[in-house]
């Protein structure tokens, strides 16, 4: 009831979000199915982003409404210029966002995801808005028709792989906030801390173990 009642409110909301510069959760469901259609008729490929931004809900409680409705403008506007023209921004809540990028595989769908980690990490306006450790996106991708031919199964699988990159080494140990070849000279050379050790140590015979 509490999900069909958060629905039907989006869908009486119109095309846009009225507090931010994104569209509506029923606006982009339209534009979905409409994608899935065109897509299955020509043959050809889209995305689906599932963005996830951790320290929302830390930071939401103490914003009175007027820096609250700033800060969700900062958060729609800072994902707004990672996008392209034909890409569609839909707010679901606060700390999730999904967006549709159209006749685009997976290597486009990484190369958006490293320009919405990057935008985020130079972030500075936040720190005005008592988020303590900063606002982290956490991405999960979808492509069809590859993880689904209907949206449902889409927007699952995308949530799936968000969850997983949450819970993985790599964000766990803070690499996935630095840049990504700092990350990978950390790896390679003796300067890795003894806990990156362990960890890696670990992944290495769960993977050993699985062969």
């Known amino acids: 009831m509490t999900a069909a009642r958060r629905v039907d409110a989006m869908a009486r909301s119109g095309i846009k979000d009225p507090e931010t510069s994104a569209y509506t959760f029923a606006y982009f469901g339209d534009v979905a199915g409409r994608e899935i259609d065109r897509a299955a008729r020509h043959q050809r490929r889209f995305s689906l982003l599932i963005v996830n931004l951790d320290g929302v809900e830390q930071a939401r409680p103490r914003l009175d409404p007027e820096n609250l409705l700033a800060f969700r403008r900062l958060l729609s506007d ?5 996008v392209r023209d034909s890409d569609i921004l839909a707010r679901v809540e606060d700390d999730e966002y ?6 685009t595989g997976l290597l486009g769908a990484l190369a958006a995801k490293r320009r919405i980690e990057a935008r985020f990490n130079e972030l500075s306006e936040l720190s005005r808005f008592h988020a303590p450790n900063g606002v982290d996106p956490v991405v999960g991708i979808s492509v069809f028709p590859t993880d689904g031919s209907d949206l449902g199964r889409l927007l699952r699988v995308g949530r799936r792989r968000a969850e997983q990159s949450r819970a993985g080494v790599f964000r766990r140990l803070g690499l996935a906030r630095m840049p990504f070849w700092d990350a990978i000279d950390l790896l390679v050379t003796d300067r890795v801390r003894p806990e990156l050790t362990a960890a890696l140590d670990g992944l290495s015979t769960r993977a050993i173990s699985t062969m």
């Open 78 to 82: 800072a994902l707004l210029e990672t």
């Open 98 to 103: 999904y967006i549709l990028l159209p006749e």
